[in-house]
Every structure is written in C-alpha cells, then in structure tokens.
C-alpha cells in the first residue's frame, strides 16, 4: 500500500484516540532517522533510538474478510500492532520511553478481519534501542489471510526442493571420488 501514513513522534497514540494531530504524514517504508523531526528530536532519531506510532485507515477492501501481512517487514526490534481498538500482534515490549524497548522478531504473520463496510484503521506503535534504524522496516503488503497462508507455504515448498537439490549436489560425487 503506497500511501502517507499519520505518524506521532516519541509517544503512543491510543487507537481510540481521533482526535490527536499527527506530527507528521509519513511515506513507508521509510527510517525516522531521516524524517523532519524537531532539533531535540532528531538528535535521539538519528542513531535509529526513539518510538512512535504509526496510523493508517484502509477503506475499500471486502467486508468482514480476514486479511494478513508479515510482521517481520514492519518493525527493527520491538512493536504492536491494533486493528480500529484490537491488539492483533505484539512482537517484544515497546516503550514510549525507548530506552526501556525490549527486542523480539520473529516471522509471523498478523491477522486482521475488516469491518461490515471493508474498513479497517491500523495503528502501529515502534520502539527501537539498539539497531542502526529505526521506523517502518519494509513495504507494507496485505492480501487475504487465505491467499497469504498458501503463497507462504508454496515459498516454502519451492526452498525445500531448491536446499535438497543443492544438497544432493554436495553429497553426490563423495561416492563417486574416493578421497
């Protein structure tokens, strides 16, 4: 999805909360180390430390679908994710004082089910301590929970095939050459 996210520098935004005025509109995927922050600001931003929250309303996918993106391409060491006010993923513990940030990844995926009109707001909080960036890590891709699920598998799958072939190659000539 190729659009401005809001983006609140230093705090965490409550997904309830509608009425807080973003600090900036954010293209993702990008680093805050370089976004135009305040002097006090950028200082912490430009090693990669600090944390924010990142929001986004998506409009016109299909009601009351399941849809699902990786998580391992959103955050560097530590974040949550809410569906409108449902936490649907949570990957470490992110502090809004980023010192405090305690790192986790893992490669998974979070779910997420639109509303009756094919609505959904996703607010993302990030905090990062010790990692070189810091904000949005990749492109943010969504698709069907369902297509996700058996494109993943036939990833996998086809890396299966691809290491025991390259495997095979390997052990192959240790019974035909004597060493």
Same mark, same amino acid.
């Given at each position: 999805?190729?659009? $401005?996210?809001?983006?609140?520098?230093?705090?965490?935004?409550?997904?309830?909360?509608?009425?807080?005025?973003?600090?900036?509109?954010?293209?993702?995927?990008?680093?805050?180390? $370089?976004? !135009?922050?305040?002097?006090?600001?950028?200082?912490?931003?430009?090693?990669?430390?600090?944390?924010?929250?990142?929001?986004?309303?998506?409009? !016109?996918? $299909?009601?009351?679908?399941?849809?699902?993106?990786?998580?391992?391409?959103? /955050?560097?060491?530590?974040?949550?994710?809410?569906?409108?006010?449902?936490?649907?993923?949570?990957?470490?513990?992110?502090?809004?004082?980023?010192?405090?940030?305690?790192?986790?990844?893992?490669?998974?995926?979070?779910?997420?089910?639109?509303?009756?009109?094919?609505?959904?707001?996703?607010?993302?909080?990030?905090?990062?301590? /010790?990692?070189?960036?810091?904000?949005?890590?990749?492109?943010? $891709?969504?698709?069907?929970?369902?297509?996700?699920?058996?494109?993943? !598998?036939?990833? =996998?799958?086809?890396?299966?095939?691809?290491?025991?072939?390259?495997? =095979?190659?390997?052990?192959?000539?240790?019974?035909?050459?004597? /060493?």
């Amino acid at each position: 999805i190729e659009t $401005k996210w809001d983006f609140y520098w230093g705090k965490f935004v409550s997904p309830l909360d509608k009425t807080s005025v973003p600090d900036l509109q954010v293209t993702v995927p990008g680093e805050w180390n $370089k976004y !135009n922050l305040p002097a006090d600001a950028k200082a912490v931003a430009k090693k990669g430390d600090g944390s924010g929250t990142y929001r986004l309303t998506i409009t !016109n996918l $299909k009601p009351d679908t399941e849809y699902a993106f990786p998580v391992f391409e959103v /955050f560097y060491t530590a974040g949550k994710i809410f569906a409108d006010d449902k936490l649907i993923y949570q990957c470490g513990q992110p502090a809004e004082n980023w010192e405090e940030t305690k790192s986790e990844q893992y490669c998974d995926k979070a779910v997420f089910k639109t509303d009756t009109n094919g609505n959904v707001t996703l607010t993302i909080y990030i905090s990062n301590n /010790f990692y070189r960036k810091g904000g949005f890590r990749g492109e943010f $891709k969504i698709s069907e929970n369902e297509y996700y699920t058996k494109s993943l !598998n036939r990833t =996998l799958v086809a890396y299966s095939i691809f290491t025991g072939l390259l495997l =095979l190659m390997i052990l192959l000539p240790y019974p035909i050459f004597d /060493f």
